[in-house]
C-alpha cells in the first residue's frame, strides 16, 4: 500500500507562485506514476498532473502552462510547481502513486492528508 505525506500548500493572490512536495512510500510497481491530485469545496476530485518513472508528463487541460510536475525516482518525491495561480485553483492538494496511467481517482485506495492551497483575487 502507498503511503504519501504532502507539503508546500498555502495561500497567495493570483498571479502568485507555490510549490507542493510528496514523498511516497511503497511497493515499487505501485509508484510507477506519481501525481497531483486537487479537491475543491464542492466539487469531485480531479487528477492535476501525473509523470511516470520514465519522465512522461501529462497534465489537465487548465494547469497547462502553469503547472510544472517533477520527480526523483531515488527519493521517491514528486513535485509541483505552480505559477500564475488564480483563484480557481484553490482547493486541497494531494499527492498519490499508482502502478499504471489507467488508475482514476476512485482507484487509490487511501489518500494523505493533502495541503491546502488557497488563490484570493
Known amino acids: 500500500q502507498v503511503q504519501v505525506v504532502e507539503s508546500g500548500g498555502g495561500s497567495v493572490q493570483a498571479g502568485g507562485s507555490l510549490r507542493l512536495s510528496c514523498t511516497a512510500s511503497?511497493?515499487?510497481?505501485?509508484?510507477?506514476?506519481m501525481g497531483w491530485y486537487r479537491q475543491a469545496p464542492a466539487k469531485q476530485r480531479e487528477v492535476v498532473a501525473r509523470?511516470?518513472?520514465?519522465?512522461?508528463?501529462k497534465y489537465t487541460d487548465s494547469v497547462k502552462g502553469r503547472f510544472t510536475i517533477s520527480r526523483d525516482n531515488a527519493k521517491n518525491t514528486v513535485a509541483l510547481q505552480m505559477n500564475s495561480l488564480k483563484p480557481e485553483d484553490t482547493a486541497i492538494y494531494y499527492c498519490?502513486?499508482?502502478?499504471?496511467?489507467?488508475?482514476?481517482?476512485?482507484?487509490?485506495?487511501?489518500w494523505g492528508q493533502g495541503t491546502q492551497v488557497t488563490v484570493s483575487s
Open positions: 498519490n502513486a499508482a502502478p499504471n496511467w489507467d488508475w482514476g481517482v476512485n482507484d487509490f485506495r487511501s
Open positions: 511503497g511497493n515499487i510497481f505501485s509508484l510507477n506514476v
Open positions: 509523470i511516470n518513472r520514465g519522465g512522461i508528463i
